[in-house]
């Protein structure tokens, strides 16, 4: 019996803060498209409960493969342990790991996980391809020949890894969306903190030109950027828009920016309030004009460190702190009304701790600049194959050599130990997660007013203390606020009864 159903997976991956699970999985949805297209029955699962993905497996006879689309980290490691169960229940059905993990560490996640096929790059051809070779195959074996398709590892008969190389990006990322793969009622959300207004994340092109050492982007995609054609990203969206009436959409663009024409355009086809992410160096008078025209709401801003040394030489990201100051400076002048969110990294090999102590100096600096302007710091992640993560391993830090072994974030309280840092000690994983609470007290205006309000000024000037005196024994207060800052993120987000 030829096999004609195709079963897309993405785990979920909750973290404090995260809202993933309100995010379209657009790597399957891009995926699953092109496999209907070509004729094939997709059922996409974006979630973690196993009976309600084991429901849509079924029995499973009908299936080609099961495909994991995952990042690296926890994503990763539930895609695992999902492909570890599948393969048990049903030994017959292929499994297949896709996504950023898949293809910068492609040899390990086939030899130490439980798949039989890793897609290296973008997934759409690769996919039809795959699925027309495996449907007309008995794979009970799982030794199946797959050399005709490009873009994958696999192991052959004698179980030799073998791969067929990379494929390349197409320069038309077009591609049609079908939305009936999802409920999109699960993806339009309200947001406590914005008044209850509905939301929705919109996600228009691929790569950024820029070459930051610590960006996965740059490792991925070689520097080059793609982006929809206006008419197909206002074609893929204004409807949704429109018909589930959504008051604020969020690009998540890796840089909205690079091409301002096509931004200006792209948000004013929309015709929404917006956020996206923007470089400092791209601020200017024309810039601020257009985003006060086209209703910019919220902008992030990578500024990664407070020293020049660090952010240029470390991170290679090519902006000088003047240029920052200026960028906030304009920004409190022209575009008062739009929130910025500012993040930084903290612990990046090759970091002195006085330079990390920069860091805390000039977030406090822009605060004082701008009273909208919020600050965040995550610890340095090394994620696979970027320059910066190439760099931790040769000042000793043991890179996971078990796809299981992935299981790590930046936020404070992760598993990461930065152990490439010479001033690393066992209180430096404390240390830096205080830092990052610290930081998002730092804002001015938050909009609090009564006993809230009070509470704020007096935690944040309290956190100000703390960083310009590098204080950070009994910081109790500090841990408080994070507890009550998590339930609260939960409650604005709708996780919590009553």
Known sequence: MKKNRVV??????????????????????????????????????????????????????????????????????????????LRSDYPCIYTVLGGYHASTMPQQSLTTGFFDVVVEGEGEETAVELA???????????????????????HDSDGCVITTGKREYSDNIDYDIDWSLVDLNKYVHSVGHLGGKSYFYIFSS????????????????????????????????????????????????????????????????????????????????????????????????????????????????????????????????????????????????????????????????????????LTQANVYAPYPKCKSYLEAIRLGWDAPKHIHEWSMDSKPGSEIRPIWLRWYDGGTMMHLTLTGIMFMLLRKDDGFSGIKGFAKSVLRRMARFRLKYDIYAFAAEMHTFWLVYKLWVKKDRGEMNG
């Open 132 to 154: 027309g070779v495996l449907s007309d195959k008995n794979i009970d074996c799982h030794k199946c020949n797959l050399t005709a398709v490009k873009g994958v590892w696999f």
């Open 206 to 373: 691929r790569g950024c030109p820029y070459n930051c050492s610590f960006c996965s982007a740059a490792f991925l995609f070689q520097r080059r950027y793609r982006k929809e054609s206006i008419e197909h990203v206002i074609k893929t969206y204004k409807w949704i828009i429109d018909e589930y009436e959504v008051d604020l959409v969020e690009y998540l663009d890796d840089n909205f920016f690079v091409d301002l024409e096509w931004a200006k355009e792209v948000a004013s086809g929309v015709a929404r309030p917006y956020r996206a992410l923007i470089r400092a160096d791209r601020i200017n008078e024309e810039v601020c004009d257009l985003l006060n025209e086209t209703n910019c709401r919220s902008l992030f801003m990578g500024i990664e460190s407070g020293n020049d040394r660090v952010r240029n030489d470390i991170m290679e990201k090519g902006i000088t702190s003047e240029q920052i100051r200026g960028a906030v400076k304009m920004m409190a002048e022209r575009c008062p009304q739009i929130n910025i969110t500012t993040m930084f990294i903290m612990g990046i090999p090759g970091e002195t701790y006085e330079e990390y102590r920069d860091t805390a100096r000039f977030a406090m600096e822009l605060t004082d600049l701008h009273p909208k302007l």
């Open 8 to 85: 897309l997976v993405q785990p979920m991956a909750k973290f404090h803060g995260s809202d993933a699970d309100k995010v379209p999985p657009y790597a399957l949805l891009y995926v699953g498209s092109a496999l209907k297209r070509a004729g094939f029955e997709v059922d996409l699962y974006h979630g973690d409960n196993s009976e309600d993905f084991y429901r849509i497996v079924g029995s499973g006879h009908d299936i080609v493969f099961v495909g994991f689309s995952a990042f690296t980290g926890e994503p990763v490691v539930k895609a695992n342990e999902m492909a570890r169960q």
